[in-house]
């Protein structure tokens, strides 16, 4: 009864269990986007940004504060220690910053953004039409689409991205307005003054209480040309006196298309732990029942589905599960010879994944890459453990006289201190992690719960279930042993090779020194890495040309790199943005990225391949445009712990002017070494800027002054949005500008009129000169210091040596320059957190064996044997790496974590035995017979694990 309401509440508990991609964790970072209009970056580095810096600095717990600043833009990301309270963390940051906003420039705005997965999009889809305007498009996602997605439980925003505003535009003649006497001043006051709705007060009338509103709101294009600018008794000035009223679109610096369409799309964020994958079936079913209200001609498509890889990730797992059970219980049947022994096996492992299921849920955890991960990689272990209570019990009451249910219970009580043991010495290596901190321990902290929880309900059922099961459902003297006719070949074999070496200990010392000189020479030559690749079925093409370039100029040349993409046969869509990123930020109009989808795995090579190859294309035929091309699920692991780069080189010297020099030697250093790609020197220039200086004296002859200039250059050239229409779901803006034909290029600048408080125009060349500023680059800072950080990436080697390769072109001289120092970060910096955090967790996984041992047989040379036989062990994974051409990254340090516990937990069930024959026989009878007696469960053991495993 309890295994099955353990089955029963493991399996309801999987229904409801949430199902993400990642474990549920609180990264320790904040970011603050600030916009501050269009200043320079020098000025907007002394005015915005390092005042920020300094009031985040103060907030409690922070431990890091890194800077990029950029033309009217910054962007802080705040640092915190693993492990803080982190919505604390956020309403800390946004009141230092809300403090400080009085005394920053006006008009600045920020945001305040607590980094977790859900910043960035789970779902997002697109929409295209031939025949009908981006407006309707926009409209149709905003006013439509996002209320009916919102509303579907899980879904915390979703954000529209492309198409066209709506607005009325109102294109003043300069020289009617002088003809008129009229500024773009009376014009914007006439409009304002003209749209008016407003409460006058109230009136009681036959009992009842009237509001009464003064409405003079405009409904209409009509309307707005009619409006009365001037009045008097000569007649009246109506705005389409002075300029033309047309319907518009809100001027835009960014661009998004869908598989080389103009598009709008739409994102969708899920809510912290909700499951994506009932929400991607909601949202598909709303969706569908949409469909008859889309206008006909456009097409909604989905470009990007998260809980696709989940599902994915998913199914490979329960298939390598059920794979692995089959041939573990293939062992079973193979060495024992009974269909009954092997169903009672293959019913454990079940029950036992569904009790960690249940632990799961009580801790609140969700199904993602890293629990599911630990259910397959455990399955292995609870073969283990009924694999040798059911041989113990088969081979002792096999040919044993007396009642069977009495000996399977004396059985069972016999081998539950060697069971125990081996148990714990399996488990014992998971409670390291719990003290691992950053990325490795938030993700390995849902490994170790979930295979340490599986282990345990795999001692409890093997211990207590499995014998009983075993005394109702097998009569063990009925089973026949397939050793009862003799020895098989692998006993003799054991036997033979047993014999030599106690006849020749030599040969084991030359067979101990062969493994050794393996793994050493494979430990010295294997690669290194930090987080096992995998295949995504899609990634992310971040491009960049040259500073400046203007929106259509980018859209030209990033056409070429859609053909590109639309020519491979191993791409099924794409989604283009300009001036925007995938996660809803904006950029300047020469940056933006690509996601693309590719086909199923089946119909094309290995998505490295494929990534490559359209890499190279690019750099022939392509010119001018800087690409980064790299997988969504990586990039955003590095997004949310800062570092986004294998290869990170920050650079800081007393001047900073010596820096951007020295970044420059330092890229062609790092794009000289093997295996370097994509290398970014750090130096992000921002296109020139047109300066426009006022000769204050020549002003003032003419009652003008610098800032009286400034705001009506503004006002004529950008336009603005003076009042808007209200329709029924949207407001309209009215923007006021001058005619198009007086502001066509630079050149037509110093002949834009300029009014003067006579009323007379006068062009601005006469009272200003003008001079192009070259832009100046980003200014990265790091903790209050003025750094460059040249980054790059990886292909074809491990981050180890490349990094060694790295440190040696830095000390050549010449690269860095007098009074320029570097340090590392990237990945790499990540990559050597993690090793020192997972060399600590394999010490104390020895020091807490050592003691298990130790009370397990309270002898130093029993307990020494044992270790010893486990560290050996694993010179083999470094072996096995090395022949396999894997990596060594934080996955395969853990594995060799698991292995020191395995490697013990055989030789308990060795060890147990030889003592207990012992007691009855001499040391070296004792040492045979136990090795003969517990070869064949040790066999199958290790069998069944490697099996299990392998579908992996």
């Known amino acids: 009864m309890l295994v099955a309401g353990l089955a029963l509440g493991g399996i309801a508990a999987a229904v409801s269990l949430p199902i993400g991609l990642f474990p549920q964790t609180n990264f320790p970072r904040v970011r603050v986007t600030i916009d501050a209009g269009s200043q320079p970056a020098q000025q907007m580095m002394l005015q915005v940004t390092q005042p920020i810096e300094q009031a985040v600095r103060a907030v409690p717990g922070v431990t890091d504060v890194k800077s990029t600043t950029s033309r009217g833009n910054a962007q802080i990301i705040i640092g915190f220690a693993w492990g803080s309270d982190?919505?604390?963390?956020?309403?800390?940051?946004?009141?230092?910053?809300?403090?400080?906003?009085?005394?920053?420039?006006?008009?600045?705005?920020?945001?305040?953004?607590?980094?977790?997965?859900?910043?960035?999009?789970?779902?997002?889809?697109?929409?295209?039409?031939?025949?009908?305007?981006?407006?309707?498009?926009?409209?149709?996602?905003?006013?439509?689409?996002?209320?009916?997605?919102?509303?579907?439980?899980?879904?915390?925003?979703?954000?529209?991205?492309?198409?066209?505003?709506?607005?009325?535009e109102v294109a003043v003649d300069p020289h009617r307005l002088a003809a008129f006497h009229l500024t773009i001043d009376d014009v914007n006051k006439a409009i304002t003054a003209a749209n008016a709705l407003q409460s006058v007060g109230r009136v009681e009338d036959h009992d009842l209480l009237y509001l009464l509103l003064s409405s003079n709101a405009l409904q209409n294009l009509a309307n707005v040309q009619n409006i009365v600018v001037r009045g008097g008794p000569t007649g009246v000035v109506r705005l389409a006196d002075v300029a033309t009223v047309s319907n518009g679109v809100m001027p835009k610096y960014f661009d998004v298309s869908a598989d080389g369409k103009q598009a709008v799309t739409v994102l969708l964020f899920q809510q912290p732990g909700s499951n994506s994958v009932q929400i991607a079936k909601a949202v598909n079913q709303a969706l569908a029942g949409f469909s008859d209200q889309i206008p006909p001609g456009v097409h909604l498509s989905k470009w990007y589905d998260q809980s696709t890889l989940v599902l994915a990730a998913a199914s490979s797992v329960r298939d390598a599960i059920l794979i692995g059970v089959v041939l573990a219980a293939f062992v079973l049947l193979f060495f024992l010879r009974s269909w009954r022994i092997t169903l009672l096996a293959f019913l454990t492992v079940p029950a036992s994944l569904a009790a960690a299921v249940l632990v799961l849920a009580m801790l609140g955890m969700s199904f993602n890459i890293m629990t599911l991960g630990g259910l397959a990689a455990s399955v292995g272990l609870v073969i283990d453990d009924v694999i040798v209570m059911i041989e113990h019990l088969a081979r002792r009451t096999g040919n044993t006289p007396g009642d069977h249910e009495s000996l399977i219970l004396d059985a069972g009580t016999e081998f539950l201190t060697p069971l125990t043991g081996s148990s714990a010495a399996t488990l014992i290596v998971f409670a390291p992690l719990g003290f691992l901190t950053g990325v490795t321990g938030a993700f390995f902290k849902a490994l170790s719960i979930t295979m340490a929880a599986t282990l345990f309900a795999s001692w409890l059922l093997t211990a207590f279930a499995v014998p009983l099961l075993a005394g109702r459902l097998i009569d063990f003297h009925k089973w026949h042993d397939p050793e009862a006719d003799g020895p098989g070949w692998l006993t003799r074999t054991h036997s033979h090779l047993l014999g030599k070496i106690f006849a020749r200990p030599a040969l084991l010392?030359?067979?101990?020194?062969?493994?050794l000189v393996l793994g050493s020479f494979s430990f010295t030559h294997v690669q290194t890495g930090f987080i096992p690749k995998l295949d995504e079925g899609g990634f992310v093409l971040d491009y960049q040309t040259e500073p400046g370039t203007s929106l259509g100029e980018t859209r030209r040349e990033i056409s070429q790199i859609e053909d590109i993409l639309r020519a491979d046969p191993a791409v099924e869509s794409f989604s283009t943005r300009i001036g925007a990123g995938f996660g809803g930020d904006f950029a300047e109009p020469n940056q933006g990225d690509i996601v693309v989808r590719l086909v199923a795995l089946g119909n094309r090579p290995a998505i490295d391949t494929v990534m490559t190859r359209i890499g190279d294309a690019i750099k022939n035929n392509v010119p001018g445009v800087d690409t980064d091309i790299h997988q969504l699920i990586g990039d955003e692991i590095g997004d949310l712990t800062g570092v986004p780069q294998p290869i990170e080189v920050k650079l800081a010297a007393a001047d900073p002017n010596q820096l951007d020099p020295a970044a420059l030697r330092v890229a062609d250093a790092l794009s000289k070494i093997a295996g370097v790609d994509s290398v970014v020197n750090g130096i992000v220039p921002a296109g020139d800027a047109y300066d426009i200086h006022v000769d204050p004296a020549r002003a003032a002859m003419l009652g003008l002054d610098p800032v009286t200039v400034a705001a009506s250059l503004r006002a004529e050239l950008s336009g603005t949005v003076v009042t808007t229409l209200q329709s029924a779901n949207q407001q309209i803006g009215v923007r006021v500008q001058l005619a198009a034909g007086s502001r066509r290029n630079i050149d037509d600048l110093s002949s834009v009129p300029i009014a003067t408080p006579s009323g007379a125009l006068v062009p601005l060349g006469t009272i200003a000169r003008f001079s192009v500023v070259a832009g100046q680059p980003e200014i990265t800072r790091q903790n209050l210091q003025q750094i460059v950080a040249v980054t790059g990436r990886i292909t074809g080697r491990g981050i180890g040596n490349v990094i060694a390769d790295v440190k040696t072109a830095l000390?050549?001289?010449?690269?860095?320059?007098?009074?320029?120092?570097?340090?590392?970060?990237?990945?790499?910096?990540?990559?050597?957190?993690?090793?020192?955090?997972?060399?600590?967790?394999?010490?104390?996984?020895?020091?807490?064996?050592?003691?298990?041992?130790?009370?397990?047989?309270?002898?130093?040379?029993?307990?020494l044997a044992i270790m010893g036989t486990s560290l050996l062990s694993t010179t083999a994974v470094f072996t096995g790496l090395f022949l396999t051409g894997i990596e060594l990254n934080i996955t395969a340090l853990m594995g060799m974590t698991m292995i020191v516990g395995i490697a013990t937990e055989m030789a308990i069930f060795y060890v147990s035995e030889y003592a207990l024959l012992a007691q009855t026989m001499p040391l070296r009878e004792a040492l045979i017979h136990a090795a003969s007696n517990r070869l064949r469960p040790i066999a199958m053991t290790t069998l069944a694990a490697i099996l299990t495993l392998l579908p992996l």
């Open 86 to 168: 982190m919505t604390a963390a956020t309403l800390g940051v946004n009141a230092a910053v809300a403090q400080l906003l009085p005394s920053l420039p006006a008009s600045t705005t920020y945001t305040v953004l607590r980094m977790d997965p859900t910043v960035f999009p789970f779902m997002a889809y697109a929409l295209t039409a031939s025949s009908v305007s981006q407006v309707k498009l926009q409209n149709l996602a905003q006013y439509q689409i996002v209320p009916l997605l919102s509303a579907v439980p899980g879904v915390a925003r979703v954000q529209v991205q492309g198409g066209d505003t709506a607005e009325i």
């Open 509 to 515: 010392g030359i067979a101990v020194v062969v493994l």
């Open 811 to 863: 000390a050549k001289p010449g690269v860095l320059g007098a009074g320029v120092t570097y340090t590392l970060g990237g990945i790499y910096q990540q990559q050597q957190i993690a090793f020192a955090g997972l060399v600590r967790v394999f010490i104390a996984a020895l020091l807490a064996e050592f003691v298990l041992l130790l009370f397990l047989y309270e002898r130093f040379v029993l307990v």
